[in-house]
């Protein structure tokens, strides 16, 4: 099975997430830049992640987006579907 772009992409944010659960909230440009991934395209799969409430958001100086719950209670099946 060959994974589109924003499933990819997705995966890479969560894992990305995942490594720095320990830290508040990660700036979504931080997340885009690490990752090669577009700023913008990153910015509407995390908002679908944020409704299905996989993510949470906040704004302001130290804002940005972390994992919603551990990173253990999340499987890549999941994400995939989600987006595919």
């Known amino acids: ?3 589109t772009a924003r499933s990819e992409y ?4 969560m894992i990305h997430m995942a490594r720095n659960y ?5 700036p979504t440009e931080r997340i885009a830049r690490a990752e090669n991934i577009p700023l913008r395209f990153l910015e509407q799969i995390l908002l679908l992640l944020k ?3 996989y993510v ?5 100086q130290k ?4 994992l919603a719950r551990d990173p253990s209670q999340i499987t890549l099946a999941e994400i995939v579907r989600l987006l595919d």
């Not at 997705?10 to 944010?13: E, G, P, Q, T, V």
């Open 10 to 13: 997705a995966l890479l944010a």
């Open 56 to 60: 949470q958001s906040a704004r302001g």
């Open 63 to 66: 804002g940005g987006v972390r």
């Open 22 to 26: 320990s830290e508040a909230y990660l």
């Open 51 to 53: 409704r299905s409430r």
């Open 1 to 3: 099975m060959k994974l």
